[in-house]
């Protein structure tokens, strides 16, 4: 299906039906000037304008992903068409950075998602230059104060030059990530991995755009290590969707290898890290912005004398005296942006677009469209036959249909029923999943404080005095003053059956060796009979505290990042548990509907079109979704309940806080030599180990609260869609056989004439549906395979 195929039945669908839309409403206004009640069909107006709501809105997501100097701004400022997103040797992007498509001639803004806060603050509009400064004035000094005002996210939004004639791609936004190493962050590679596992789950395409020079960088090759493990059947899956970008391909000298060893070379690598049939493109990004800027008469002198100094050359013509000739940067800007890859990425993406998420769009909105036509259709059949029945045989179908009605609400509710013990299973399932979370990563911890003592014991001289432990009380450390950030926005963990590996990057315990101070307290030593490994005193705060930085820098990322893969796992789970759940509830309803359409169209004899019970994609909000609503509503509240800490633990922050452990001096004497005291600082690695395990133990409760309220609503909110539909459709022919039964008792004398404007009305409606089918044709001989 090609994007012109796409965007003329796009705009096929969208003109039947809001012509449909239209025919409805002046039904609708006619029975109205009669006197009849039309409330009855209000749903499926509401129906038809989802559909063309849908049509207009459904957003797709293209996700962008890359280390350090890569060259992603560029290549995203190449996509957009205009130089809106900085770039410079300093890293920029310091959260996700959304850039959604508006129309030509629409203001752009940039818009600041912050914490807590549900409206975006505005921090400027206008062209894109004023955009870039101030994005870059704002991104340093986000970066130099620590984020004060919890900047969760920004969006820009500008005209997208890649989709601009395609009015069927409005949605269109690209999503800028965080690269590894483009913040200092002992946590940021785990967010960083969590935004790339988000994006594989909900994003429609994922480019990862690496540097010709350096595609072979440690940073990105991590983040494929992490990505990968245990899910390669998962990529094999979305292969379609995930593409490989070689930028800078422009920088190539005479004397490095060939582009297409280069690119043979890096599929190798990507098959080794267990990416199926990568799918590599190499790009000129500059090039290919430059060369748009040029096209569309926008480049500054600076950008035409970069396009001359770096581009020009190579299309440089021999005259008829042989003389070298440059033509004008204009007369070859569309040959050098044919030339710098970027056309076909961009066709690449948006095919993959149309031929998933697009083309399900188009179908989904194009069956609801029909669904509403043929409940049309069915009424005025109905109506026909009422008026073509005998009066009293009409009421005896109408007093049936009532008694039929009331069974199938009944048989809804049995649904209900069995629907609730499924649920109560997926939340009993799902809790003991958290649970083996919570003891894994507990157990993990307490192997890597042993490992420690461990080694502090062996150091010991004395086996006897190793075993004893202080025999004075030691002050003890409050669990509440561990600030560990343990909660990930939006994390809720796995399955029972999941496994997460809770590997760590490097052992606490090779840190610990390369940070001990040397001011160790004399107390501290295995010589001292009150020695306890588990106890290291120091002689200076500052030493003490350098140890609760490094017990801070291991645990905070790796508890995220086991909570990151928990996540994943159980989203992706959960999704697959959630649409069987929904097929179930689907087709139990669908049958108490289909009985009901069976006997009116017996009972009035008439050939009746099923109510079909639908759940089209873009009213199937993933678990994702859902779960960030939740914490949305949660958030809305933050500050009136800070003093309920269990509810913040569940929420977390948007940038990871630091380990807190308190260190006071601890006033014991320790008998050193004759008349010589001491006083130290001491860090009890047993109660820091507790107090950590205790934050793991708040996290997964928070988690299993916030995990039931999701199950909970997704439920029934997927349970009311399919009551309503059924609903709606009793509705709909009760009140019809209601007006009637009211108009038979008075209007009698005008059946003629009504059963002629009924019969017109049947006409121009099977003109729709005619429409509807012929598009329904073109649209599955374009189905993918």
Not at 580 to 599: A, D, G, H, P, T
Not at 692 to 704: E, M, P, T, V
Request: aromatic residues 8%; hydrophobic residues 35%.
């Amino acid at each position: 299906m090609s994007s012109e195929q796409f965007q003329a039945a796009h705009d096929s669908i969208y003109n039947t039906g809001t012509r449909l839309l239209q025919y409805l409403q002046e039904i609708r206004q006619g029975r109205l000037s009669e006197g009849d009640d039309t409330k009855s069909l209000q749903s499926v107006e509401d129906e038809i304008n989802d559909a063309l709501h849908a049509l207009k809105e459904q957003k797709y997501q293209v996700a962008v992903i890359a280390a350090m100097k890569a060259g992603k701004s560029t290549f995203l400022n190449a996509v957009i068409g205009a130089d809106v997103l900085a770039s410079e040797t300093a890293a920029c992007t310091i959260c996700r950075t959304d850039v959604r498509h508006i129309p030509f001639g629409q203001i752009p803004r940039l818009l600041e998602y912050r914490d807590g806060q549900r409206r975006p603050f505005v921090i400027t509009e206008g062209e894109a230059g004023e955009i870039q400064q101030k994005f870059l004035e704002r991104t340093r000094e986000i970066r130099e104060k620590g984020n004060p005002d919890n900047t969760t996210s920004f969006k820009i939004e500008h005209p997208i030059e890649a989709i601009g004639t395609l009015s069927s791609l409005s949605g269109f936004t690209l999503v800028d990530t965080p690269g590894p190493n483009e913040w200092e962050s002992a946590n940021f590679n785990v967010k960083l991995k969590e935004t790339t596992l988000k994006a594989l789950r909900n994003c429609n395409a994922i480019l990862f755009v690496l540097n010709y020079a350096s595609y072979k960088d440690n940073a990105i090759s991590d983040l494929f290590k992490e990505i990968i493990e245990n899910r390669k059947e998962i990529l094999s899956e979305n292969t379609g969707k995930i593409y490989f970008i070689l930028n800078k391909v422009d920088q190539k000298t005479e004397k490095d290898r060939e582009i297409g060893d280069v690119i043979e070379d890096l599929k190798r690598e990507l098959i080794t890290f267990g990416f199926p049939n990568p799918i590599i493109y190499p790009a000129s990004s500059r090039q290919g912005l430059l060369a748009k800027l040029i096209q569309q008469d926008k480049a500054t002198d600076s950008q035409i004398k970069d396009f001359e100094d770096f581009f020009s050359a190579k299309y440089a013509e021999r005259d008829a005296r042989g003389r070298k000739v440059i033509p004008l940067p204009s007369e070859i800007a569309s040959k050098a942006l044919d030339d710098s890859g970027l056309p076909i990425i961009q066709e690449t993406v948006i095919q993959t677009i149309i031929q998933n998420a697009g083309w399900n769009l188009l179908s989904d909105a194009l069956a609801k469209l029909d669904k509403a036509a043929k409940v049309i259709n069915s009424l005025l059949y109905a109506q026909i036959a009422g008026w073509n029945t005998q009066l009293e045989e009409l009421k005896e179908i109408v007093d049936e249909y009532r008694n039929r009605s009331e069974s199938a609400r009944k048989n809804v509710d049995s649904v209900k029923k069995s629907v609730d013990e499924r649920e109560k299973e997926l939340i009993s399932e799902f809790s003991q999943g958290i649970n083996d979370f919570a003891e894994g990563a507990k157990l993990r911890i307490q192997d890597e404080i042993e490992l420690i003592v461990n080694s502090r014991v062996t150091k010991s001289e004395n086996s006897e005095v190793e075993q004893k432990v202080e025999p004075f009380p030691s002050k003890e450390i409050p669990s509440n003053n561990i600030s560990l950030d343990l909660t990930v926005p939006n994390a809720v963990p796995v399955l029972g059956g999941f496994s997460v590996s809770f590997k760590v990057q490097r052992p606490l315990f090779e840190a610990f060796g390369k940070v001990i101070p040397k001011s160790f307290s004399s107390a501290d030593s295995s010589q001292s009979q009150s020695y306890d490994p588990y106890k290291m005193r120091f002689e200076t705060k500052e030493d003490a505290q350098e140890i609760e930085r490094t017990i801070n820098e291991f645990c905070t990322p790796h508890i995220h990042s086991w909570w990151v893969d928990t996540q994943d796992k159980l989203v992706r789970k959960g999704t697959g548990i959630r649409y069987k759940l929904v097929q179930q509830i689907q087709e139990q309803i669908q049958e108490i509907s289909n009985e009901l359409s069976s006997y009116l169209g017996e009972a009035l004899h008439v050939e009746l079109s099923i109510n079909p019970i639908q759940f089209p994609s873009f009213e199937f909000q993933g678990i994702d979704a859902q779960i960030q609503h939740q914490v949305e509503v949660y958030m809305k509240y933050k500050k009136e309940i800070q003093y309920r800490p269990e509810l913040k633990m569940r929420l977390g922050d948007s940038l990871c806080k630091p380990v807190e452990i308190y260190i006071e001096p601890v006033p014991h004497e320790v008998n050193i030599s004759v008349q010589e005291k001491y006083s130290f600082y001491e860090v009890d690695l047993r109660e820091t180990a507790q107090a950590i395990k205790l934050k793991i133990d708040n996290q997964a409760s928070g988690s299993r609260d916030l995990l039931q309220q999701v199950i909970e609503k997704q439920v029934e909110a997927d349970f009311s869609s399919a009551k309503k539909q059924i609903n709606d459709y009793i509705n709909r022919f009760q009140s019809l056989f209601d007006n009637l039964l009211k108009e038979r008792a008075m209007k009698e004398a005008e059946a003629p004439q009504i059963l002629a404007r009924l019969e017109s009305q049947k006409v121009v409606l099977n003109e729709y549906l005619h429409e509807l089918t012929v598009i329904r044709v073109a649209l599955n001989s374009w189905k993918p395979e």
